[in-house]
T-cell receptor, first 115, second 113 residues
Framework: KAGVTQTPRYLIKTRGQQVTLSCSPI?????VSWYQQTPGQGLQFLFE???????NKGNFPGRFSGRQFSNSRSEMNVSTLELGDSALYLC??????????????FGPGTRLTVL | AQSVAQPEDQVNVAEGNPLTVKCTYS??????LFWYVQYPNRGLQFLLK??????LVKGSYGFEAEFNKSQTSFHLKKPSALVSDSALYFC???????????FGSGTKLNVKP
């Protein structure tokens, strides 16, 4: 079974631009979560989607948004990019209906560099 | 508030020696605890989890972890370290009432030949 895939793997953007990242979960998984990883802040939770609905949200500004499609694929968008948005963005999927015991499986990440 | 602490930024171990990576947590309610490993420029790989039952949990690549409720700890262990175990290790906690994963800051494990 294929793992979580994320595209693109690398992105270079300039300040003020916007960017869209894509995530395809493991087949059959219905929950998708997004994380931002930076050396200084570690892993920070962005949001979680289940059945096309946002179920949880982290403490990020409104420039960060996401959505989930009916096939469980998810996208996240960052508008008006800032230098501090440079990070590894990780997507994770899980099988069941967001049960707390569920394991999240991570994709390889998208490395975003903002110049 | 839910939180996870990994008190050591880095752990150095000689190949063949046992290793321990520490994790403590603070939650309301029963914790569900996870360990992940991250190799350079890769995503996180799931190693093992504790949900309930036996306090000693065995996972991938020979790793195991012991849940200690009184000390609110979930330390990751391996009897004999390999150079290939060198990576960044993350502990995470989740509870029934708080569905988000809370990750520790990560511990870099260095295994020297």
């Amino acid at each position: 079974k294929a793992g979580v895939t994320q595209t693109p793997r690398y992105l270079i953007k300039t300040r003020g631009q916007q960017v869209t990242l894509s995530c395809s979960p493991i087949s059959g998984h219905r929950s998708v979560s997004w994380y931002q990883q930076t050396p200084g802040q570690g892993l920070q939770f962005l949001f979680e989607y289940f059945s096309e609905t946002q179920r949880n949200k982290g403490n990020f500004p409104g420039r960060f948004s996401g959505r989930q499609f009916s096939n469980s694929r998810s996208e996240m968008n960052v508008s008006t990019l800032e230098l501090g948005d440079s990070a590894l963005y990780l997507c994770a999927s899980s099988l069941a209906e967001g049960a707390s015991t569920d394991t999240q499986y991570f994709g390889p990440g998208t490395r975003l560099t903002v110049l | 508030a839910q939180s996870v602490a990994q008190p050591e930024d880095q752990v150095n171990v000689a190949e063949g020696n046992p290793l321990t990576v520490k994790c403590t947590y603070s939650v309301s309610g029963n914790p569900y605890l996870f360990w992940y490993v991250q190799y350079p420029n890769r995503g996180l790989q799931f190693l093992l989890k504790y949900i309930t039952g036996d306090n000693l949990v065995k996972g991938s690549y020979g790793f195991e972890a012991e849940f200690n409720k009184s000390q609110t700890s979930f330390h990751l262990k391996k009897p004999s370290a390999l150079v290939s175990d060198s990576a960044l290790y993350f502990c995470a906690v989740r509870t029934y009432n708080f569905n988000k994963f809370y990750f520790g800051s990560g511990t870099k494990l260095n295994v020297k030949p």
